[in-house]
Structure formats: C-alpha cells, structure tokens
C-alpha cells in the first residue's frame, strides 16, 4: 500500500509537537519517505502468482541503505541489526517496517536529539538482550571486532576482554559489574566522548548537517 501524497495537516501539526523538525523539515521527509517506499516496491521481486509486493513502509533493506549511504555509518553488521531492531520495536505492533511516524521520530533523535534522547537511544542499541543492562558478554560481542588481530596472537580475544575491563570500569558507576540506564547516563555527561563507546551509531556532525541542509532546500 503506497502512503498518501500528501501528509494530513493533524498529522503535521502532531509530529511537529512530538519532534524537532520544522513543518517543512517533515513535508520534505514525507516526500523521501514516500520515495523510500515506492523505491521498495518496484525493486521486490513480485509473488509467485505475478501480484506486486505488499510494503507498507521503510523495510529493514532500505533502513541499511538509508544509514549506509545517506548517513555514512559504516558501522558494525550487529550495530545496524540493534539499530534497526530499537527502531522497529518503537515502531506500532513491531510489523517489520517503520511507517512515517516512527520514521521521523527515530530521525529526529538521530539527527536533532538532545543528550538525554541520544544516551537513551545508544544505551536500547547496546542492551543487546533487551534487559535494561549492557553486561560484560554484550560488551565482548560490540567490541569484538573493533580491535585488529595480530598474527601469532595466542589468544586474539584476550584484547578484547581486556578492552571491556577497562570501559567497564568507566561506565559502571555503581560498581556492580553491569552498566545500567543510570550509570551509562552518569557517565556519558561526564565524559560525552563515552556516548558510542560500544559502536557509531549516530551519524557524524558533517553528514547531519548536509542532509538537514537538503531538506530545506527542498522546501
């Protein structure tokens, strides 16, 4: 089902309320929206009876292209997994595919969020079971392969543990052996650099700031 061309005036003046875009910053993600979708269809191979395939918004192969190629976050396969799962579990029912409301309100943290949004988003991508805690075995998983192994190393993921160790040791603030909302939060304003410590999964200042700038001059 292709979205309407136009979006509702209520649903403008809502996500107006509920986001930090401008009116015209929505319309104009409206219309890449729509793009998106459109794009989606045409590009899904038909059923096997020859009927076109049902997309009902931005599916999980065009959330990856979105970050690849319009945000440059070249970040780690199990990154864009979580980002794109903390994305579709805010989206209604969890259906697979994020329509337009959850699609700029995921936006609007990823580009215009204020701290507080950002660390709450960083920590749900890196609480890898869901649970309200990143432990030191979801740690191990993130870091794994931000460390380059060196042949001859005997045991290659001893860095990685000792990694782990050490930004354990800055995030738990309470000294409990895991990293809570709280302690991650306490942390990441004191030290802000601390914010993607397991992974980029926000998009660099630069790539922001160009593709604001395309929305409005869209408008």
């Known amino acids: 089902m292709m979205p309407n061309k136009k979006l509702k005036e209520k649903h403008l003046d809502a996500l107006y309320k509920q986001t930090h875009f401008s009116k015209a910053e929505i319309e104009a993600l409206y219309t890449m929206y729509r793009r998106l979708v459109i794009a989606a269809q045409a590009a899904a191979p038909a059923s096997a009876i020859g009927h076109p395939p049902k997309i009902d918004g931005i599916d999980q192969s065009t959330f990856r292209d979105v970050m690849h190629n319009t945000f440059d976050l070249v970040t780690e396969e199990a990154i864009l997994e979580r980002m794109w799962m903390t994305w579709e579990r805010g989206a209604a029912g969890g259906e697979g595919s994020l329509r337009f409301e959850s699609w700029v309100k995921g936006l609007s943290v990823l580009l215009k969020g204020n701290m507080e949004e950002r660390i709450g988003y960083c920590f749900k991508v890196y609480d890898l079971n ?29 860095g990685v543990r000792e990694l782990v160790e050490l930004v354990l040791k800055k995030l738990d603030v309470d000294k409990d052996g895991t990293v809570s909302l709280d302690d991650y939060r306490e942390a990441v304003e004191q030290e802000p650099l601390l914010l993607e410590a397991f992974g980029q999964c926000l ?12 929305l409005t001059n869209k408008t």
Not at 133 to 158: A, V
Not at 203 to 214: D, G, N, Q
């Open 130 to 158: 869901n649970d309200g805690f990143i432990t030191r075995e979801e740690m191990f998983l993130l870091l794994r392969n931000s460390l380059l192994k060196q042949p001859g190393d005997e045991d290659p993921d001893e």
């Open 203 to 214: 998009p660099t200042k630069r790539h922001t700031t160009t593709f604001l700038k395309t």
